[in-house]
């Protein structure tokens, strides 16, 4: 592959993560509600999803989602269902008395744990596999020396690694400015922002 090719899609890569969206504002509202230890992980399961979203294009399967709404309406009602499940156990989650301090002290969210939900919530967004039918494409080359599968499978790690070291600032950042709200309330207040942003997720889903 062309070195201005790679570089052009690694620099469009950059600018869509860092567009406002629905897995880097929850990236950001779970760094806020519960630090950035858990927007990094989040943000490397949302990102690894990346890769079967690419296998989808490269493969022509993604294609399913577009020529079959019934297809693409199981995955939709699959992912709103699950971001609805969230939704639910953030509610449950009591971190703002003391009781819930303590035991989120003793009891952090496993790293396998929040990596799985970033990569289930990924996999569960048909739209994720229209975009990049869409997107990728535009950066392969017939005529390079490359196959397009191959072609794509970079491309899909470009992204990869794009959106990681993004939403990876955007955690840290949020990580920050969740130390420096020391209200008693902010752990009620943000709970509460993160079950409004979980349940907007699943409404997106269908919009």
Known sequence: METATLISFTIASFLMALMPGPDNLFVITESVTKGPRNGLWIAA????????????????LSLLFKTSELAFTIIQYLGAVYLLYLAYQAWKDKGGSEEGKESELSKKDSAWKLYRTGIIMNVLNPKVSLFFIAFLPQFVKEEASFQIPLQMLVLGVIFLLSGFITFATFALLAGQFRRILQHPKFPILTRYLKVIVLVTLAIYLFI
Do not use: E, I, K, R
């Open 45 to 60: 399961g949302l990102n690894s999803g990346v890769l079967f979203h690419t296998f989808l294009a490269a493969t022509g």
